[in-house]
């Protein structure tokens, strides 16, 4: 384990939630750049505390994080578009931050968990987005190289025709796919072509937030799309993975590495082949092939 210093925080706006953390590792071990995208169904009552643990086990790691904050719903000012203009403005972030505290570059691998998940995979197919879209790449821009989905919400429309969280995917748009699908679109990877940028599926067998069937259902339209996933389930819930020392986490950190040129997999996950994926478990539209 190497030495860390606390975080540092950059403000990437006025708004009080629009920041970011910096943790750097007293020794850098590993060139990759951890996005850590915090969960809580877009929430306001749930916030950047959830990810320091997360980030602080980086860290001494030797794994520099950034550990991301963005306006949220429930009486934060966020939802459509705010939310996601805030974590397009919050990663694009890094790069002064990293230059400003004397550190090079690395792949950036998003560590989204449950809504998070959402936000990191959104991000990291931000070059894929209509020009002038919220959140859209600018030009010269940079997108997430990677994605560890901790139990996300990947399938926006699916979360909401399924009321997840008293419809929580409903009060981050403001409104609903009939009435405003071209921002549903936007806001839904499941909706568009999946990023270029690899994605690791995490999902605990026992998740009573966020329903195994749904990562499950979109795991298989996105391989069958011919996407980059990755599908790993293991027995737990939806809290192991935000836990650092649970066997949950240390299959994020594994999956982290592995996205970045590091460490191989744990041996304790188990993959599983597209032909047994169940399909048609939920009804959605499936992620359009490339």
């Not at 190497?2 to 950059?10: I, L, M, N, Q, Y």
């Not at 998003?110 to 002038?132: F, Q, T």
């Not at 929580?168 to 940028?197: H, K, N, Q, V």
């Amino acid at each position: 384990m190497a030495d860390a210093a606390g975080p540092v925080r950059f403000d990437y706006g006025e708004h009080p939630s629009q920041y970011a953390e910096l943790w750097v590792p007293g020794t850098r071990l590993h060139e990759v750049v951890a996005v850590i995208v915090h969960g809580g169904f877009w929430r306001q009552s749930y916030g950047a505390e959830l990810g320091r643990p997360l980030a602080a086990d980086l860290a001494a790691r030797g794994i520099v994080a950034w550990n991301l904050e963005y306006r949220r719903t429930a009486g934060g000012d966020g939802g459509y578009p705010g939310t996601f203009l805030d974590v397009a403005a919050g990663i694009d972030a890094l790069d002064a931050a990293l230059s400003g505290s004397g550190l090079h570059d690395g792949p950036r691998i998003g560590i989204g968990h449950s809504a998070g998940g959402h936000l990191a995979l959104w991000a990291a197919g931000r070059s894929r987005l209509p020009a002038g879209a919220p959140g859209a790449l600018p030009e010269g821009g940079r997108a997430l190289d990677g994605v560890v989905s901790q139990a996300g919400v990947l399938d926006l429309h699916l979360a909401h025709e399924l009321g997840l969280s008293g419809d929580a995917a409903g009060e981050l748009m403001g409104c609903s796919p009939e009435s405003g699908p071209g921002a549903w679109r936007i806001a839904d990877p499941a909706a568009r072509p999946l990023p270029e940028a690899p994605l690791v599926m995490l999902h605990g067998r026992a998740d009573a937030d966020v329903p195994v069937d749904l990562a499950r259902s979109f795991a298989a339209r996105a391989l069958e799309a011919g996407s980059h996933v990755d599908y790993r389930e293991f027995d737990g819930d939806h809290y192991g993975l935000i836990t650092p020392g649970d066997p949950a986490w240390e299959a994020t950190v594994a999956a982290l590495l592995e996205l970045g040129g590091g460490a191989a997999r744990g041996g304790h996950l188990h993959t599983l082949p597209a032909d047994r994926l169940p399909t048609g478990i939920l009804k959605s539209s499936p992620p359009e092939k490339r």
